[in-house]
């Protein structure tokens, strides 16, 4: 009979517990926790190496590329170490495959997504499965106030999070880099008066949104290119900044599709 773990005392869960609840403990030791077993299987497709992996009882789960046996675990420990606990039978942990400004790879008509100080970790990862349905080259994480890597924005990704270039870093850090590439950056805002839909959006371009709060920085003012908005008929005057990112990323497909 398979080890069945029942205690919230083993180390191993122990360290669970103390990932999910500290993102500066995941970032110290470079692993994120992903939850679910499609989620596992893409980031294992896409080459991310698997660390430790956890099931629920009589829960037979075996991936190429896995080489180690699930630890299971009781219902109630593993309830404890996972966020979501209905539909959810699979947990690993990950190291995170980090990418950085000097490894990215372009092309001559790259769409560069820009995420820039959004707080909600559910709307990160909206966005990023959005990205990849979109066929985004590249996103950039710009001073997030958020863990980019936390569960909750792998789990609403669907594991898209891991089919795309994706870089974290400081708002400064990625404005220079944008402005290296001579990229035409276009900010979604309030204020403007240019819809997507009037713009030629086929060649290479960065698009970056802002907080829902608080919109985005000034500093982004500096950098060349416009900013645009999405039409609005009725009271309201904005999106949901994941819906927002959905409609502009899909406009952007339809016309290169079209140019292609």
């Not at 958020?146 to 404005?175: H, K, M, P, W």
């Not at 900013?227 to 339809?254: H, Q, T, Y």
Request: aromatic share 6%; with cysteine; proline share 3%.
């Amino acid at each position: 009979m398979s080890l069945i773990v029942e205690s919230l005392q083993n180390a191993k869960v122990k360290q669970i517990l103390r990932w999910r609840e500290k993102s500066s403990a995941r970032r110290k030791d470079g692993v994120c926790l992903v939850e679910g077993a499609r989620e596992v299987q893409r980031a294992l497709k896409s080459g991310w190496i698997i660390k430790e992996c956890y099931t629920r009882p009589e829960v037979d789960f075996a991936e190429p590329g896995m080489r180690m046996r699930p630890l299971a675990c009781s219902n109630e420990v593993f309830e404890k170490m996972v966020l979501r606990q209905r539909g959810v039978d699979v947990l690993a942990v990950f190291e995170i495959q980090q990418w950085t400004l000097d490894q990215v790879e372009l092309d001559e008509n790259s769409m560069i997504l820009v995420l820039d100080g959004i707080e909600k970790p559910g709307n990160v990862g909206a966005i990023l499965r959005t990205a990849n349905a979109a066929g985004v080259n590249l996103v950039l994480t710009s001073s997030l106030q958020c863990d980019v890597y936390a569960a909750e924005v792998i789990r609403n990704s669907l594991g898209g999070i891991f089919d795309v270039q994706l870089v974290d870093g400081d708002r400064t850090e990625i404005q220079q880099w944008l402005m290296n590439q001579k990229i035409p950056v276009l900010q979604m805002h309030l204020g403007a008066s240019k819809s997507p839909y009037e713009m030629d959006l086929t060649g290479p371009i960065a698009v970056v949104f802002g907080s829902e709060d608080r919109g985005l920085d000034g500093s982004w003012n500096m950098l060349p290119g416009e900013r645009i908005k999405l039409p609005m008929l009725g009271i309201v005057d904005s999106l949901n900044v994941s819906v927002s990112a959905g409609v502009l990323l899909f406009e952007a497909g339809r016309q290169r599709s079209i140019k292609n």
